[in-house]
């Protein structure tokens, strides 16, 4: 088991992993954290959401660090905002993408230059908005025909479905795209060389940390690149199989202050 004075950086998945199923990060994990910090300890965040909705937990945690956001697709300083990595999809596969989706009448919703665009504020905007405070804009069929590559794509339908539309996509444009499911209703459409492992790596480098020195919390498929880059992934207990397998270490679930339990047993003791 690694050892408090061996770790030097944690990152933390936001939705199901850091914040609980009111989203919010528990008083618990908030002090727990702050002790961590306090020790010298790095804190980052690295989510699929938005950088824009991204910023309250950075600044509620009072950290002063690049954040991975777009599923690893954008690197951004924090609080500076300045851009440090952006790779976006292909304009002409993102196009493919959106044909298929308005073909099928699948949900698909685009971001560019940190703006969400959707076709409308149906139920699946309106929801996405609700949970993660972004604010779409509704642009109608015009969503189809926007030119500018678009960091991330993101498809959102039934559990059911879900499965359906990965393998569509898939053999569609197999070798073009990076697709993970970070929820069970969720699609995280991004550039093939993008994910949360190369974004982390990007980092490490960047501030000379080695991976045996960091650990990485995560509950989706979407984390376990990057549980696998750092010394050490940590699955939450309510993560699918595919993610505890990926993990060395699973605690308690988001809703539980799993990620505490960690940080207290392993990190501060």
């Given at each position: 088991m690694f050892k408090k004075a061996?770790?030097?950086?944690?990152?933390?998945?936001?939705?199901?992993?850091?914040?609980?199923?009111?989203?919010?990060?528990?008083?618990?994990?908030?002090?727990?954290?702050?002790?961590?910090?306090?020790?010298?300890?790095?804190?980052?965040?690295?989510?699929?959401?938005?950088?824009?909705?991204?910023?309250?937990?950075?600044?509620?945690?009072?950290?002063?660090?690049?954040?991975?956001?777009?599923?690893?697709?954008?690197?951004?300083?924090?609080?500076?905002?300045?851009?440090?990595?952006?790779?976006?999809i292909n304009p002409q596969t993102a196009a493919q993408v959106l044909k298929v989706c308005r073909e099928r009448q699948w949900y698909i919703q685009s971001y560019i230059d940190d703006e969400l665009y959707v076709r409308d504020m149906d139920k699946h905007a309106k929801l996405y908005a609700e949970i993660t405070g972004a604010k779409p804009i509704a642009v109608g069929d015009h969503l189809y025909a926007m030119e500018k590559a678009p960091t991330k794509l993101l498809a959102i339908a039934e559990p059911t479905k879900i499965s359906e539309m990965l393998e569509v996509l898939q053999s569609r444009l197999e070798n073009s795209l990076s697709i993970a499911e970070s929820k069970p209703n969720y699609l995280e459409i991004t550039n093939l060389a993008v994910n949360k492992g190369t974004a982390l790596q990007f980092i490490a480098d960047k501030l000379r940390f080695d991976r045996e020195e960091i650990i990485a919390f995560g509950n989706g498929n979407n984390d376990i690149p990057m549980m696998l880059y750092a010394g050490w992934g940590v699955a939450v207990g309510n993560a699918p199989s595919t993610v505890k397998e990926a993990a060395q270490l699973v605690t308690g679930t988001n809703d539980d202050d799993g990620v505490a339990d960690v940080i207290e047993k392993y990190i501060l003791n």
């Open positions: 061996g770790i030097k950086l944690m990152v933390f998945d936001l939705d199901d992993t850091l914040l609980n199923n009111h989203i919010a990060i528990s008083q618990r994990t908030q002090q727990a954290i702050r002790q961590a910090v306090g020790c010298g300890i790095k804190v980052t965040l690295a989510t699929g959401r938005m950088y824009c909705s991204t910023i309250p937990f950075a600044s509620q945690l009072e950290l002063d660090m690049p954040l991975i956001t777009y599923n690893g697709a954008m690197v951004s300083d924090y609080p500076s905002g300045k851009v440090l990595f952006h790779l976006p």
